[in-house]
């Protein structure tokens, strides 16, 4: 690790256990999964709102947005498809981090969420004055941000990136003979910085689900799948990532799946994505890689717990009530919306897909 990576004078932005809620997913009998999704079409069509929900999601929304004309991706192709869609209302089944992305380039739509204490992590981990502090502290860096942040943070920001883009995009900074500040995930930045040898400081966030996929315990479970490949998210810690036979976004760790030739495939990134990847591939089989401990013992247990907090009676009580509407000021708007637009021009002028190829 180069001394760019030296982290001597940063705070550790990890959360506790303490900060981390309890996984609760949602549970429904037949009936009640069936009323709930009927009231959701009829109050989606009487609304003029489209869904759009996160791969992250429990399977039942990402079901009822395809079902109904929404879609399921990731964070910034979400808030793009939300902005071609002709519907004045967007439901974003995911963070809060995701909504108000989603408001930012589509100011004029009202944005509503099933749970506005969605958070996430990397988002809790980067407080909008702290961040400003530390980059006023370091005058002379690039300010790259992580879409797993807040819109506040964005609006402090000179770029945006998600997973697939950030290599190509520290690459061209530089290229410029740009330093870097990185926020907010420390692991996807020391893998950044690994494979482009940028002088990037890093800010010390991490997400709770990605940190807790363990290096060790992977070898020994590949070695009980010989013909397993290994599928993994750059948030998670370098002992896992330099065991995958595929480092990548969400979209890019499905596409795997596909299109891969293997019977078996170990997989570390948020077990939400199973929904997906099991319509992707529906013959293979998929495996969580092992996490730090196992029930009450592991904090996140592969699942984030604040997207657990979507779920059909939460969605359907704000179609019906107009509760949980995302509010972002104009101002705010206008200086998020910068880095996240030089991103979009970044990659249409080298030809490269952002969308659908992007972060958690």
């Not at 570390?268 to 013992?297: N, V």
């Not at 704000?318 to 637009?341: C, F, H, K, S």
Request: glycine share 6%; charged share 25%.
């Amino acid at each position: 690790m180069t001394s760019a990576t030296q982290t001597i004078e940063l705070k550790d932005w990890r959360l506790s256990p303490e900060q981390i809620p309890p996984t609760v997913e949602p549970q429904f009998d037949a009936d009640e999964r069936d009323t709930l999704r009927e009231r959701i079409k009829q109050q989606l069509k009487a609304q003029d709102a489209v869904m759009v929900a996160h791969y992250y999601t429990d399977p039942d929304l990402q079901q009822l947005a395809d079902e109904t004309g929404g879609h399921v991706s990731d964070s910034l192709d979400m808030a793009r498809f939300g902005h071609d869609a002709s519907e004045q209302t967007l439901v974003v089944c995911g963070v809060r981090f995701m909504g108000e992305t989603a408001k930012i380039l589509n100011p004029e739509k009202r944005v509503l969420m099933p749970d506005l204490e969605a958070n996430c992590s990397l988002d809790i981990g980067c407080p909008p004055d702290e961040f400003a502090a530390f980059c006023d502290a370091h005058p002379d860096r690039t300010v790259v941000v992580y879409a797993n942040t807040s819109a506040a943070v964005k609006a402090r920001a000179d770029w945006m990136v998600t997973s697939g883009s950030a290599i190509d995009v520290v690459r061209h900074l530089q290229a410029r003979g740009e330093k870097i500040i990185w926020a907010p995930d420390k692991y996807l930045g020391e893998y950044v910085q690994k494979e482009t040898g940028a002088d990037m400081l890093l800010w010390q966030g991490s997400c709770v689900v990605h940190e807790e996929f363990k290096g060790i315990e992977l070898a020994d479970l590949k070695r009980q799948h010989p013909e397993a490949r290994v599928l993994v998210h750059p948030e998670s810690p370098a002992s896992v990532v330099e065991q995958a036979d595929v480092v990548g976004s969400t979209s890019a760790l499905i596409k795997a799946v596909h299109e891969i030739d293997a019977p078996e495939f170990i997989v570390a990134t948020d077990r939400g994505i199973f929904h997906r990847m099991q319509q992707a591939a529906p013959g293979k089989r998929l495996i969580e890689a092992p996490t730090a401990g196992k029930s009450a013992t592991c904090k996140s247990c592969a699942h984030c717990p604040w997207m657990a907090m979507n779920s059909l009676d939460k969605l359907a009580h704000v179609l019906e009530t107009g509760a949980g509407e995302i509010y972002v000021t104009p101002d705010i708007i206008e200086r998020a919306r910068r880095p996240i637009e030089r991103l979009l021009e970044f990659t249409a002028a080298r030809n490269q897909q952002v969308l659908g190829n992007n972060d958690a």
